[in-house]
């Protein structure tokens, strides 16, 4: 998702020099091509992301598109308040880029974990929070917050599903994409752990539960849609994430069925309860160890069907 | 003064200027029970020169390509910048009267929403130097010739954004970016000496590599002057350390810690606006 980023920025900045890329001293390698060939477009404020995301903004009050580079929660967490105050106050184009969403750094430790991200992100007003699950998706969602003149979110995984992308596949900003279709149950999945869901999914068809895959590619601007059809066509609902299941997907799905006076006839909120993983691993270890990866989406799923509904996780 | 005055203004013109920003000032927060009129009166002076003689801006085109930028870091003295505007005919004075109250687009900590003139909301400290920064950067990178100024707080050096962003503009060799520090010596609660010392604070930037200049913050001359031969250094950012008085014009107030807070109601307010009569 990563090189699949940085070479479609490349592209659109060969053709726009508006496009600016800055790094906070991280990346080792993957940008050196950027900055070889359009040096005036790059830029290394060094380990000081606060600062990163006000410059960022005071190129783009001077008409420039940026976007802020570096890992898990250092282009956010770290600057809430440059993103909250200066990006979305202001409403410009700047867009901070997370490399390693949810347990891509898994082995590095609770600090590069981004498990929180999404939760924050959205809930400032006017950043459009997107969470692409494969790489056909992540060149879409660069292009589309390009052409998007507010601020935004792009969370990148290191382990990014399969392609998904089939001849004339759209890809459209707050409208979820159907891998598969179903009426089982839908799995809602956001960001690479869209894999663990489609696998699922297969494991799934061969037990004879025909299951509805969504990839939530963003969680901002929110597809109501996709969860009223959700609950109506389908027997429930699966959220999917690796995150807190606290204010991310499972959350915007919940608040969407209580806003549209539905509930669907099961859900379940799959991703990381209110703990930070204290326990390092590969993303494979730590989404089996919280119950992420396939065999648990199989697992819910048929704990759902045998007639469970409605498991209460984390609280 | 109105947009059509001679430009740059002459000395008087902006002491006049500045005793107007006071009055407003006092009356805004004393309508708005609001705070930070110590800050304001702190920096007047500083803001009637910049508006008065420095900035190149047009309150006929307020978002012209090539105009100056200025940024108010210490967003809490917003009112400061409002009376500024609207004296040099950005919008009308009598909206002045509004500020902080019900519905109103002028808050306490200034915005540029609905406010022609103002470049950037702020209010959280910290913030300002970076945008400006980057705004300094894009016009190198455009071969723009308009120049960027800041107003921050001494208080306000505590953040360590605020390193971030002088680090980040020598290192980019910024020398159409100029900060101006409104160094009364008081911050919120106490004095900034007693709080987290700034001293040896000219020499800090001297090290982070910057060319440094000190003034009395209140005498327009001075100030004018200094203001007027940016940059200090080529190839370098300019910081105008300006010694001022918290308080600045009322007699009650100046070095007062209480009026960072303190709303001026009353028999205060009365004794104020007597004391800043033309």
């Known amino acids: 998702m990563r090189d699949t980023f940085v070479r479609q920025l490349l592209e659109l900045a060969r053709a726009d020099d508006r496009i600016m890329l800055i790094t906070g001293d991280l990346g080792y390698g993957v940008l050196d091509e950027f900055q070889r060939e359009l040096p005036r477009q790059f830029l290394n404020v060094g380990v000081a992301e606060q600062n990163m995301t006000g410059v960022a903004v005071g190129l783009a009050l001077s008409g ?30 700047v867009n901070a880029v997370a490399v390693g969403g949810g347990f891509s750094y898994g082995p590095l430790g609770f600090s590069h974990h981004a498990t929180e991200d999404l939760a924050i992100l959205r809930a400032l007003p006017g950043m459009a929070v997107l969470s692409p699950g494969d790489c056909w998706e992540t060149a879409c969602a660069t292009r589309a917050l390009v ?68 990839s939530m590619h963003t969680l901002k601007p929110f597809d109501v849609a996709a969860v009223d059809a959700a609950v109506r066509e389908t027997g429930g609902i ?50 089996a160890r919280y119950g992420l990866d396939s065999a648990s989406i199989v697992s819910a799923v048929h704990g759902l069907v045998g007639g469970r509904t409605r498991k209460v996780v984390g609280l | 003064m109105v947009s059509h005055d001679p430009w740059p203004s002459p000395i008087e013109a902006t002491e006049t200027l500045a005793r107007r920003i006071r009055r407003h000032a006092l009356n805004m927060t004393n309508r708005g029970k609001s705070s930070h009129v110590g800050s304001v009166l702190s920096m007047a002076d500083i803001i009637a020169v910049l508006y008065g003689r420095i900035l190149r801006v047009d309150p006929e085109r307020p978002e012209r390509p090539e105009r100056d930028r200025f940024v108010l870091s210490k967003g809490h003295a917003g009112a400061g910048v409002y009376a500024a505007l609207a004296e040099r005919g950005f919008f009308p004075v009598g909206e002045l009267a509004s500020h902080c109250q ?73 020398d159409n970016l100029t900060v101006v520090v409104d160094y009364n010596k008081i911050q919120s609660l106490a004095a900034v000496a007693d709080t987290l010392a700034l001293e040896p604070f000219t020499d800090k930037w001297r090290s982070f590599g910057w ?19 940016v940059p200090f250094a080529v190839g370098k950012p300019s910081v105008l350390i300006a010694h001022t008085t918290k308080g600045k014009g009322v007699s009650f107030m100046e070095n007062a810690v209480l009026w960072h807070y303190r709303s001026p109601q009353g028999e205060e307010f009365e004794i104020a606006m007597k004391e800043l009569e033309d």
């Open chain 1, 64 to 93: 420039k598109v940026v976007f802020t580079y570096s890992i898990g929660n250092f282009t956010t967490l770290r600057c809430l308040e440059q993103l909250r105050n200066d990006a979305c106050y202001h409403g410009v184009n």
């Open chain 1, 147 to 214: 052409a998007l003149p507010g601020p935004g979110y792009l969370r990148l995984d290191k382990t990014p599903a399969e392609s998904t992308h089939r001849p004339l596949d759209a890809f459209e900003v707050g409208r979820a994409r159907m891998i598969r279709d179903g009426a089982a149950i839908t799995l809602m999945a956001t960001g690479g752990i869209l894999g663990e869901a489609t696998t699922a999914a297969e494991r799934l068809a061969d037990d004879g539960i025909d299951c509805r895959v969504l």
């Open chain 1, 238 to 287: 699966v959220t999917i994430e690796e995150h807190s299941v606290i204010g991310g997907l499972a959350s915007a799905v919940a608040e969407t069925c209580l806003s549209l006076g539905i509930a669907p006839r099961a859900f379940e909120r799959l991703g990381l309860p209110d703990v930070f993983a204290s326990e390092v691993g590969s993303q494979a270890y730590l989404r």
């Open chain 2, 102 to 174: 019900n519905g109103s687009r002028l808050s306490g900590h200034v915005t540029h929403k609905g406010v022609p003139g103002v470049e950037l909301s702020t209010g959280s400290l910290g913030h300002g130097l970076s945008v400006a920064a980057g705004m300094a950067f894009a016009a190198k990178l455009d071969g723009r010739g308009h120049r960027v100024f800041v107003v921050q707080s001494d208080g306000e050096c505590d953040e360590g954004s605020v390193w971030e962003a002088i680090l980040f503009a020598s290192h980019h060799r910024l």
């Open chain 2, 211 to 229: 060319e440094v200049a000190e003034v009395d913050g209140h005498d327009h001359a001075a100030l004018a002057e200094r203001l007027e031969r």
